[in-house]
């Protein structure tokens, strides 16, 4: 069963089972994108009318709309997409390749403290609002973040990004003096 949760940014919802959704933990796609997704059912999700982002988590996924496009025409489609998805299949959407992720400065001690911080303190809680935070960068004291999901354009991004992000790595991780999005 398909159950949803509204997100900080109204032109975004989010999308529960039960069932495993991605494998391959958090990734995002953009409308604009299109093309470049090989995932046949993230490919029909982007051609619906309105879609223009995608996130698929482990247990939720996440649909960013147009401001044009009406969550009660969006809504039924998306949960019947993901249903008829499950009736025919019994994996996740997204499933795990053989193919590496890239390793970001893993030697670098302040980086795997940062993103170790972003794992356990930050992602679970963006993760609650439909979305995601994926460290880009740290360089002389900035790092920068990208918000994706419900995160990405929501009117209280910046708000979270300053106030919650920044000061919760400030807080665990010396070396950091600001965080920006990318």
Same mark, same amino acid.
Request: one cysteine or more; proline letters at 4%.
């Given at each position: 069963m398909i159950q949803t949760e509204p997100? +900080?940014? +109204?032109?975004? #919802?989010?999308?529960? =089972?039960? *069932?495993?959704? =991605?494998? /391959?933990?958090?990734?995002?796609?953009? !409308?604009n994108d299109i093309d470049k997704a090989s995932n046949p059912f993230i490919k029909e999700l982007l051609s619906f009318k309105g879609v223009e982002?995608?996130?698929?988590?482990?247990?939720?996924?996440? /649909? !960013?709309?147009? *401001?044009?496009?009406?969550?009660?025409? #969006? !809504? +039924? %489609?998306?949960?019947? $997409?993901?249903? $008829?998805?499950?009736?025919?299949?019994?994996? @996740?959407?997204? *499933?795990?390749?053989?193919?590496?992720?890239?390793?970001?400065?893993?030697?670098?001690?302040?980086? !795997?403290k940062?993103?170790?911080?972003?794992?356990?303190?930050?992602? +679970?809680? /963006?993760?609650r609002d439909g979305g995601d935070i994926k460290f880009k960068s740290f360089n002389k004291g900035i790092v920068k973040v990208e918000l994706q999901g419900s995160c990405?354009?929501? @009117?209280? =991004? %910046? %708000?979270t990004l300053k106030q919650g992000v920044q000061n919760l790595l400030k807080h665990y991780v010396k070396e950091v003096n600001t965080v920006e999005a990318e």
């Amino acid at each position: 069963m398909i159950q949803t949760e509204p997100t +900080p940014n +109204p032109e975004s #919802l989010k999308f529960l =089972s039960e *069932k495993v959704i =991605s494998a /391959v933990g958090t990734e995002e796609f953009q !409308k604009n994108d299109i093309d470049k997704a090989s995932n046949p059912f993230i490919k029909e999700l982007l051609s619906f009318k309105g879609v223009e982002l995608v996130l698929l988590s482990k247990n939720f996924l996440s /649909v !960013k709309k147009t *401001k044009d496009a009406s969550w009660n025409e #969006l !809504k +039924p %489609m998306v949960i019947s $997409h993901l249903n $008829h998805y499950f009736e025919n299949n019994t994996g @996740p959407i997204l *499933k795990k390749d053989l193919e590496n992720k890239k390793n970001i400065s893993e030697n670098n001690e302040t980086v !795997k403290k940062i993103i170790d911080v972003l794992d356990t303190k930050i992602r +679970p809680a /963006v993760a609650r609002d439909g979305g995601d935070i994926k460290f880009k960068s740290f360089n002389k004291g900035i790092v920068k973040v990208e918000l994706q999901g419900s995160c990405s354009g929501c @009117p209280s =991004s %910046m %708000m979270t990004l300053k106030q919650g992000v920044q000061n919760l790595l400030k807080h665990y991780v010396k070396e950091v003096n600001t965080v920006e999005a990318e």
